[in-house]
């Protein structure tokens, strides 16, 4: 059974930092284009940044420079720096993981970021 848990989330003020994680069972995460989403409220899921193999790193234009995903092979786990967070940035973020052989989209339940003074 494929789980992807998030953690890492909060309340942090405008120009702070977080990082939040995603730790991955029953795949092998490092085989599979891993992606952060998020949705504020009222909003569409937007995409904020992937890793893969295939590509390497990207993001979404609104978050270039700031935040940075990378990922831990032996940890199973993929990360998401987010540093000078913006109020604009509050959503709930969503690790998702993609396996471009079967077609297979999994999500995890998602994490609360919240940027106010």
């Known amino acids: 059974q494929v789980q992807l848990v998030e953690s890492g989330g909060g309340l942090v003020q405008p120009g702070g930092s977080l990082r939040l994680s995603c730790a991955a069972s029953?795949?092998?995460?490092?085989?599979?284009?891993m992606g952060w989403y998020r949705q504020a409220p009222g909003k569409q899921r937007e995409l904020v940044a992937t890793?893969?193999?295939?590509?390497?790193?990207n993001y979404v234009d609104s978050v270039k420079g700031r935040f940075t995903i990378s990922r831990d092979n032996v940890k199973n786990t993929v990360y998401l720096q987010m540093n000078n967070l913006r109020p604009e940035d509050t959503a709930v973020y969503y690790c998702?993981?993609?396996?471009?052989?079967?077609?297979?989209?999994?999500w995890g339940q998602g994490t609360q970021v919240t940027v106010s003074s």
């Open positions: 998702h993981a993609f396996d471009s052989g079967s077609l297979s989209h999994y």
């Open positions: 029953g795949i092998i995460s490092s085989m599979y284009a």
């Open positions: 890793i893969s193999r295939a590509v390497g790193t």
